[in-house]
């Protein structure tokens, strides 16, 4: 490893975010003077703000050697896979079904990859659920498939 | 109302039943999330953020406070038995607690942390009461500059003091500030950011933020790290209990620590974390025998333990009086005052007082049934930390995004969760602290709105944050931050490249 792609990497997205909100704000809304701020003020001052941060952060670590952390790749899709299927799914196929997919999913990444805990964990996880924001909080959303 | 007034009549709103249960609630699944490494109260807190909109405000605050201050009690078990810190402010608790557990000695530790815990809490209420008083009368007198000079002091510290990469911390903070700025401009309705979607109108969505944050990126980052706990000891009643010789050595260094923590936790942007470690250093310092500490002294247990319980408490002063939140948790909890229309600030305590000495009365009770709860049931406590995270991460999640939908039932915040969980997930690997960006997304409005007016009403002159003796006081304190933690950085860097030549 040469550089600390850490730092190197965070600085320069934060820069660039940095420099996308100051640019943006200045072209889309008014910036006003000291006296009255307009919209645009207060996020094009911040904007410039964290590009410059930004750069302070990724030139330094150019010269730098740095380290990998392990990206643990399967845990995170694993974890955001469950999330977003458990989004596009729970209007349409119900609280129920979606709990037992989603909890499938994220225990997919576990390190014990066994099915039978999963199944029971997921049963579990759905029965509570049902009790907490079904009955306890009285949550408005399908449980079942078709119940929309 | 004078304090003492005060707090009686907070005890008569927190002892109802219907307020009572949930601080109860709040202790146990504070101390149960204590306990437990990989989550913690910042994420339990997040995740029970929408629950609160089906409670009265003082249940929902006196819970969420609840579940910070227990945390503080359920963090030093992991610390001890283990050597792994149940949360971020008792990891100094290791230094001297796992030593003394090695040496059979697990449950005089605990004992020490519990009691410890117990006085720092109750030093931190008497700081509490006596300050909001003084406090609430003299913000009064505060302007727009002065309110403004101050958040960004507190921003500023949060990011430098006690960091390594200052830098780091103030672009999350800044990073913050820019989300902050999401929806629409107060003074002109603008729309800002929200690149035509309507669920931004009103900002991002604090609930979907801080459990993106730190619910999703912590599960993300803790399935495999929390699977290698060990196995803990079994801790029978009988060894809770000290020596006379042990026992003696708690009271003073928990006085100290106390003391340490309710001033720091008060002050902006440093918190608990910090005072632990400088109580501790302070007892290192004051000892007789400083060669014992790291090998088992019950001073390095007492001190930081009522260190970090004392800054919990006091943590609130600001907040509670001055509507400006210290740190993190606290912003998170002034978010869940704003959720329920309430704006806290010097009027606090004119206008709630229920509110404001029933949540303080709810600390006392609250610490008190930690301490009788906590002691004779640890043997539970401790084989909660049996449990595999496996078993535990995935119903958080559901139980993120149905917490999440349940705020408006819209799943597009669900999706949201999920991106702002990938983000903070790579934030973490790239070690920036997201609980700084929360920091400023809370302040971000706030700064905005005081900063205009200031300048409105000092017709676009900036010399009025150098006119008014209160801005100027914490402008200076800016400068000297920032002039301080450029000169450790650059002689840092310095140490490093001479390190590297030779």
């Known amino acids: 490893m040469k550089h600390d792609i850490h730092d190197l990497a965070g600085g320069a997205l934060l820069a660039a975010v940095g420099l996308f909100v100051a640019l943006y704000a200045v072209e889309q809304y008014e910036i006003g003077s000291l006296r009255r701020m307009g919209p645009g003020f207060f996020p094009a001052v911040l904007g410039g703000v964290l590009a410059l941060l930004g750069l302070i952060i990724a030139l330094p670590a150019w010269a730098r050697i740095g380290q990998w952390e392990r990206i643990a790749w399967k845990e995170a899709a694993a974890v955001l896979a469950a999330i977003l299927v458990f989004a596009a799914g729970l209007e349409r196929a119900g609280l129920v079904t979606m709990t037992l997919v989603s909890v499938l999913i994220a225990t997919s990444a576990a390190p014990d990859r066994r099915i039978g805990w999963r199944l029971v964990l997921a049963l579990c996880v759905a029965t509570l659920s049902v009790a907490v924001f079904h009955f306890g909080l009285k949550m408005t959303v399908p449980l079942w498939p078709g119940q929309a | 109302m004078s304090g003492w007034e005060?707090?009686?009549?907070g005890l008569s709103v927190s002892l109802q039943p219907g307020v009572l249960i949930y601080c109860v609630l709040g202790v146990v699944l504070g101390t149960f999330v204590g306990v437990l490494p990989g989550i913690g109260a910042m994420a339990t807190i997040s995740l029970l953020l929408p629950i609160t909109y089906y409670l009265s405000p003082e249940a929902a605050l006196i819970m969420l406070a609840g579940v910070y201050y227990g945390s503080q009690y359920g963090g030093a078990v992991a610390s001890i038995l283990l050597r792994l810190p149940g949360t971020p402010q008792s990891a100094v608790t290791t230094l001297d607690g796992y030593p003394l557990a090695q040496q059979g000695r697990a449950g005089v530790a605990l004992f020490t942390s519990m009691t410890s815990s117990f006085l720092g809490s109750f030093f931190g209420i008497f700081v509490l009461i006596l300050l909001s008083g003084a406090l609430s009368r003299a913000a009064t007198a505060f302007g727009s500059a002065d309110y403004a000079a101050m958040m960004l002091l507190g921003l500023v510290a949060a990011s430098t003091i006690g960091a390594k990469?200052?830098?780091?911390?103030?672009?999350?903070?800044?990073?913050?500030?820019v989300l902050g700025t999401v929806g629409s401009d107060v003074n002109s309705g603008v729309q800002r950011f929200t690149f035509g979607q309507t669920e931004l109108m009103d900002g991002v969505n604090l609930v979907a933020l801080a459990m993106g944050l730190f619910g999703?990126?912590?599960?993300?980052?803790?399935?495999?790290?929390?699977?290698r706990t060990g196995v803990p000891p079994r801790i029978k009643l009988r060894e809770l209990l000290p020596?006379?010789?042990?026992?003696?050595?708690?009271?003073?260094?928990?006085?100290?620590?106390?003391?340490?923590?309710?001033?720091?936790?008060?002050?902006?942007?440093?918190?608990?974390?910090?005072?632990?470690?400088?109580?501790?250093?302070?007892?290192?310092?004051?000892?007789?025998?400083?060669?014992?500490?790291?090998?088992?002294?019950?001073?390095?247990?007492?001190?930081?333990?009522?260190?970090?319980?004392?800054?919990?408490?006091?943590?609130?002063?600001?907040?509670?009086?001055?509507?400006?939140?210290?740190?993190?948790?606290?912003?998170?909890?002034?978010?869940?005052?704003?959720?329920?229309?309430v704006q806290p600030g010097p009027l606090m305590l004119e206008a709630r007082p229920d509110m404001f000495w029933g949540l303080i009365a709810s600390f006392g009770i609250g610490n008190l049934l930690l301490l009788v709860l906590n002691?004779?049931?640890?043997?539970?406590?401790?084989?909660?930390?049996?449990?595999?995270?496996?078993?535990?991460?995935?119903?958080?999640?559901?139980?993120?995004?149905?917490?999440?939908?349940?705020?408006?039932?819209?799943?597009?915040?669900?999706?949201?969760?999920?991106?702002?969980?990938a983000i903070g997930y790579a934030l973490s690997l790239a070690r920036f602290n997201p609980a700084l960006?929360?920091?400023?997304?809370?302040?971000?409005?706030?700064?905005?709105?005081?900063?205009?007016?200031?300048?409105?009403?000092?017709?676009?002159?900036?010399?009025?944050?150098?006119?008014?003796?209160?801005?100027?006081?914490?402008?200076?304190?800016?400068v000297a931050l920032l002039a301080m933690s450029i000169v450790q950085t650059l002689r840092r860097r310095r140490a490093q490249s001479a390190k590297s030549t030779t």
């Open chain 2, 6 to 9: 005060g707090f009686l009549h």
């Open chain 2, 165 to 177: 990469h200052p830098a780091k911390g103030f672009a999350m903070v800044v990073l913050g500030l």
């Open chain 2, 216 to 227: 999703v990126a912590e599960v993300i980052s803790n399935i495999h790290i929390a699977e």
């Open chain 2, 243 to 341: 020596s006379r010789a042990e026992l003696r050595r708690i009271p003073f260094p928990a006085l100290r620590g106390a003391s340490l923590g309710s001033f720091f936790g008060a002050l902006p942007g440093t918190g608990s974390t910090i005072s632990s470690f400088l109580a501790y250093a302070v007892e290192r310092r004051v000892s007789r025998h400083p060669e014992k500490f790291g090998k088992g002294a019950i001073e390095g247990v007492a001190g930081p333990e009522a260190a970090n319980n004392a800054a919990a408490i006091s943590a609130f002063v600001p907040t509670l009086t001055l509507g400006i939140p210290g740190d993190p948790i606290m912003a998170l909890m002034l978010g869940a005052l704003v959720i329920h229309g």
């Open chain 2, 375 to 421: 002691l004779p049931l640890i043997g539970i406590w401790v084989s909660m930390l049996r449990i595999p995270f496996r078993w535990l991460y995935p119903a958080i999640l559901i139980f993120v995004c149905l917490g999440v939908y349940s705020v408006r039932g819209s799943t597009f915040d669900i999706f949201a969760v999920a991106l702002i969980g």
């Open chain 2, 437 to 478: 960006l929360l920091l400023g997304f809370v302040l971000g409005p706030l700064i905005e709105t005081n900063l205009r007016r200031a300048l409105l009403i000092s017709r676009g002159d900036p010399i009025v944050f150098l006119q008014r003796p209160i801005a100027a006081a914490f402008v200076l304190a800016i």
